[in-house]
């Protein structure tokens, strides 16, 4: 049974900074891709971040140059680093696996975890 756990959410001020953690259990991280999504309150789920097995990563517009994804195959976690952020960086954030081609789309994942609040205030 595959189940991901995320950690590291939490309240911020603008411009500061956290790092969210998922945790994976019941499956290889190195599999297929992994990402991260984030949906703020009456809006959809966003594809923020992913990573594919070959390290290969892609990002949405509204947080590239400060948000980095990592991948420890040998610890089989996914981490998420936020620096600058913003109030629009406000929402719950999901870890998800076994996608493909480092795809930011909801629907090409098949495992997720249950989330992790950011809040971001100004």
């Known amino acids: 049974q595959v189940q991901l756990v995320e950690s590291g959410g939490g309240s911020v001020q603008a411009g500061g900074s956290l790092r969210l953690s998922c945790s994976a259990s019941?499956?290889?991280?190195?599999?297929?891709?992994m990402a991260w999504f984030r949906q703020a309150p009456q809006k959809e789920r966003e594809g923020v971040a992913a990573?594919?097995?070959?390290?290969?990563?892609r990002y949405t517009d509204s947080v590239k140059g400060r948000f980095t994804i990592s991948q420890d195959n040998a610890k089989n976690t996914l981490d998420l680093l936020m620096n600058s952020l913003k109030p629009e960086d406000t929402g719950m954030y999901y870890c998800a696996a076994d996608g493909s081609g480092a795809s930011l789309s909801v629907l090409e994942y098949n495992y997720w975890g249950q989330g992790t609040q950011v809040t971001v205030s100004s």
């Open positions: 019941g499956y290889t991280s190195s599999k297929n891709s």
């Open positions: 990573i594919d097995p070959d390290g290969n990563t």
